[in-house]
């Protein structure tokens, strides 16, 4: 069963320091989650299984929103997930390579507004392993549905992180009944 990294909204509206909603900022930091989601990406190269970065950005003018969402409508207000600014840009310190995989999503869920299961099947990647933010929106959402699409779900947790350690292990504890939640160094280890 091939294997897929995941990496879910690690931009700077969501986690960089002048972020305009970056309330995982400070989780982001104190997990020191950049550093384990470059060691989990650096070793998932090596071990030839491919690296997904997906970040959630919409068109300046906001046409391409959820329009009934509440959470998304807030970002617009703020003016947050513009495409065409820098708030959608990867945070410093993250190793994207030119190998990697970059898509957008139109929503919480990895698969929201773009072709990824569809990659996923054509590559044969039956074996998702999730990292980034937020853990109780986007990687939760992004379980749901490779779950109900058939899919094997990891969550590393030390590479995601939630507004406070609180919200982000009840999260986890939510997330076993979809998968496997674990540590990045027991997936390298194992």
């Excluded at 869920?109 to 569809?118: E, Q, T, Y």
């Amino acid at each position: 069963m091939s294997a897929a990294l995941i990496i879910i909204d690690l931009i700077e509206d969501l986690a960089g320091p002048k972020g305009r909603a970056n309330h995982c900022r400070e989780q982001i930091v104190t997990r020191d989650v950049i550093a384990h989601v470059n060691a989990a990406a650096a070793y998932a190269r090596v071990r030839k299984i491919p690296v997904i970065w997906l970040r959630t950005g919409f068109a300046d003018n906001y046409h391409d929103i959820p329009r009934h969402s509440p959470l998304f409508n807030q970002l617009k207000h703020i003016g947050a997930l513009r495409l065409n600014n820098g708030g959608c840009h990867w945070l410093a310190g993250l190793e994207v390579k030119t190998e990697d995989l970059c898509l957008e999503k139109k929503g919480l869920s990895a698969f929201a507004g773009n072709n990824l299961l569809a990659w996923l099947q054509q590559h044969r990647c039956h074996h998702l392993l999730l990292g980034g933010i937020s853990t109780p929106l986007a990687i939760e959402s992004t379980a749901r549905q490779a779950h109900d699409a058939g899919l094997q779900v990891t969550v590393l947790q030390d590479l995601c992180a939630a507004p406070t350690e609180e919200i982000h292990q009840q999260s986890l504890e939510t997330l076993q009944n979809l998968g496997e939640v674990m540590r990045s160094q027991a997936w390298m280890r194992g």
